[in-house]
């Protein structure tokens, strides 16, 4: 069965405090893995999608980087407007079947 | 703004009514999805439109019923909920139902009384 963890749960970060989360997956035939933002009472937000180990994307202060077994969200000197859950997500089929979310990381960045 | 307009936006309903969500896209794609988002629990795939053909279901309970008239519209039809079929009920869309990323509207919150 294909599985997602996030890790932490929940982060606590002082602005200008980088760190990293975790989402760790075991899925047969990764197609592709996605982050996303999300803010309390919306949609989520996309914010990248890795297809193979070794790539990396980055946008603004975020970092996304891929392995065989995981990918790290690297972020670089946060903001208060970083604060948000941050969703993991990974896609094994090939029609939209098997897309899992990971319970997502809790992020806050303190002024 | 992400394309991906839902309505209502809130909706309370009886065990005993019948209600539907309508989800909308404007971005041209063409596989629709709708999620389920409880407190505490990661969102779940419930059903999976390619081309209006329902290509998944995950295993979800016959009081939910999807329909997908053509590319850009969805919908799911509720009755005789449960309560714990409150939630926020999230519609995404993507290219195609492949390895796209998807674009999601902003949600129902659903609370069943």
């Known amino acids: 069965e294909d599985q997602v963890t996030q890790s932490p749960e929940a982060l606590r970060l002082q602005e200008g405090e980088s760190s990293s989360l975790n989402c760790s997956y075991t899925?047969?035939?990764?197609?592709?893995l996605f982050w996303y933002r999300q803010d309390p009472g919306k949609g989520p937000e996309f914010l990248f999608t890795?297809?193979?180990a070794g790539e990396e994307k980055e946008k603004e202060r975020l970092k996304a980087t891929l392995t065989k077994k995981e990918s790290f969200l690297h972020i670089t000197a946060p903001k208060p407007e970083d604060s948000a859950t941050y969703l993991c997500?990974?896609?094994?089929?090939?029609?939209?079947?098997?897309?899992?979310f990971g319970p997502g990381t809790r992020l806050s960045v303190l002024p | 703004e992400t394309g991906v307009t839902q309505t209502p936006r809130h909706l309370v309903m009886g065990m005993t009514n019948k209600k539907s969500l309508k989800c909308e896209q404007h971005?041209?794609?063409?596989?629709m999805y709708w999620y389920k988002q409880s407190a505490k629990k990661p969102l779940e795939l419930m059903f999976v439109?390619?081309?209006?053909?329902?290509?998944e279901n995950n295993s979800v309970p016959s009081r939910f019923s999807p329909e997908c008239p053509n590319s850009s519209h969805l919908f799911l039809h509720l009755h005789t909920l449960q309560p714990e079929d409150s939630a926020l009920y999230l519609c995404?869309?993507?290219?195609?139902?492949?390895?796209?990323?998807?674009?999601f509207g902003p949600g129902t919150r659903l609370t069943v009384t």
């Open positions: 995404a869309s993507s290219q195609n139902a492949g390895p796209y990323e998807q674009y």
């Open positions: 899925v047969s035939g990764l197609r592709g």
């Open positions: 890795l297809y193979s």
């Open positions: 997500a990974v896609q094994a089929g090939d029609y939209g079947q098997n897309f899992v």
């Open positions: 971005l041209g794609h063409n596989a």
């Open positions: 439109y390619n081309f209006k053909e329902q290509t």
